[in-house]
């Protein structure tokens, strides 16, 4: 995925780019990187790996020494960033978050047009953020450059551009991902996350909309470009990668969660000895279950943190499944002959949630009942980085489709996303013995919709639904 902090102030603004930037790390995994402007010295930057090293250790030095009134930072899950652009719009810096399906498209349009070049990251990839510089510098001014490449790109693209005179903020075409607007005195922020400025003394201003354009600077913002009339911001925000004390559209990511565990309850008839979540994210999701149910809530094993603390894991499937399971630690006394009901976030592979069933079995647990806070995921997402798999056919319920379709290559999975369906009851009888659970029920759609309590029209669903 990937999250980003910028801030417009009147003084030095390292230590709020610095801590802004840091609150966002849940978000990616790869690379991180601050970018400042100062009148006298002009653009500096740093990038750092932070794979095996939290931000703030690897960033502890710079902030002795960068300085500027302006500041852009991000984590970024895959691309180095924030880079430094020189076109004819002047110098600047710019950082992106969202996804381009048409990458070759955009590439070949830009060589048609003129004799371009892209500098190669390893394994022959282009930076996405690079491209859409290289978008926005095919346009007279920096205002009709960040519409055009929102227009033109498949997928989404939220971007924040900093110039000697501001920074410019574009949230993407359909608000897939949200943009909030902090401000304190002599200064204005811009932020993935609504939490990120509230301990650095700033107050919420307002969430831009889909499409909209605004110019930040430590006066104030302006709106160069209006917002649109639709939105599709992501579900799984609310279900997954939001930080439990964010907030999208007014809808707190906590509250959600123990309404979505709460619809969980509400649909079950298992009465097990105890109601856990899969840390961290399942955690709010089982509260509100066992709130609904009155099934005790219990941490029958612990997520170990001290060495552990990122959210995200390495890219390497088979590592990550050791990780997953290493990070977990037994409280035999409180699993031992014991029926659980366990709730995670989501089932993608399957591979984690199985070892850790498999880890509960072995550990004394008599029944282990799973309920994923969302339906079965059929589809990959076209829209954001969200998800390791490379292909649909990673995804554990439509590898179990294809086995129950057998020669049939192009399957009614609107019948596997209906939870009336004859299909559907089929599907997860296959998943459950397959990941051996003792039973195995996912939140409805219609169910998560009234959790997140917006409209259906404003949210992306297609990852459940196949629905644009």
């Known amino acids: ?73 991000c984590i970024s899950d895959y691309e180095p960033q ?42 022959g990839d282009i930076n996405a953020t690079e491209l859409v510089a290289a978008i926005i510098n095919q346009r007279d001014n920096l205002i009709e450059g960040i519409q055009y ?39 204005y922020c811009v932020s993935f996350e609504s939490f990120a400025y509230l301990n650095l003394g700033y107050v919420p201003e307002r969430e831009l909309g889909p499409g909209e354009v605004v110019i930040v600077t430590p006066e104030g913002i302006k709106t160069l470009a209006a917002p649109g009339k639709d939105m599709k911001i992501c579900t799984f925000l609310w279900i997954y990668y939001g930080y439990p004390s964010s907030s999208y559209e007014g809808v707190s990511v906590e509250e959600m969660r123990y309404r979505c565990g709460a619809m969980l309850a509400k649909r079950d008839d298992v009465k097990p000895d105890i109601v856990a979540g899969v840390p961290d994210s399942g955690t709010a999701h089982a509260i509100g279950y066992a709130n609904e149910s009155g099934i005790p809530f219990s941490r029958p094993f612990i997520k170990y943190t001290p060495t552990w603390p990122r959210s995200f894991m390495p890219t390497i499937q088979s590592k990550r499944d050791l990780i997953a399971k290493m990070k977990l630690l037994p409280v035999h006394d409180l699993i031992m002959d014991r029926s659980l009901l366990l709730i995670d976030d989501s089932i993608v592979r399957g591979t984690q949630l199985r070892e850790t069933t498999e880890f509960l079995y072995q550990s004394g647990a008599k029944e282990v009942h799973i309920r994923p806070a969302c339906p079965p995921l059929l589809f990959g997402c076209k829209y954001l980085n969200f998800s390791r798999s490379t292909s649909e056919m990673e995804l554990i319920a439509r590898r179990v489709i294809k086995e129950l379709e057998g020669d049939n290559k192009y399957p009614n999975l609107s019948v596997y996303a209906d939870p009336n369906s004859t299909e559907y009851g089929q599907m997860l009888e296959k998943i459950r013995e397959r990941l051996n659970f003792t039973t195995l029920r996912y939140h409805r759609l219609d169910d998560m919709i009234a959790s997140v309590g917006i409209d259906k029209c404003k949210l992306c669903t297609y990852c459940w639904d196949g629905k644009r």
């Open 149 to 187: 490449a929102q227009e033109l790109i498949d997928g989404s693209m939220t971007i924040l551009l900093m110039t000697p005179k501001g920074i410019y903020a574009a949230r993407d075409r359909m608000g897939r991902t949200p943009v909030t607007i902090g401000k304190k005195e002599e200064a």
């Open 82 to 123: 924030p880079l430094i652009i020189r076109s004819h719009h002047g110098t600047y810096a710019i950082t992106t978050v969202g996804r381009i399906n048409n990458k070759d498209d955009i590439v070949t349009e830009i060589f048609q047009h003129g004799k371009g070049h892209f500098l190669e990251m390893s394994g």
């Open 1 to 73: 995925m990937g999250g980003f902090f910028g801030v417009a102030s009147k003084e030095n603004c390292i230590f709020d780019l610095f801590f802004g930037t840091d609150y966002h790390s849940h978000l990616g995994t790869r690379r991180a990187g601050m970018a400042l402007y100062d009148e006298e010295d002009g653009f500096n930057r740093a990038i750092h790996n932070i794979e095996n090293t939290p931000f703030r250790t690897k960033f502890d030095k710079d902030i002795n020494h960068m300085h500027g009134a302006l500041g852009i930072g």
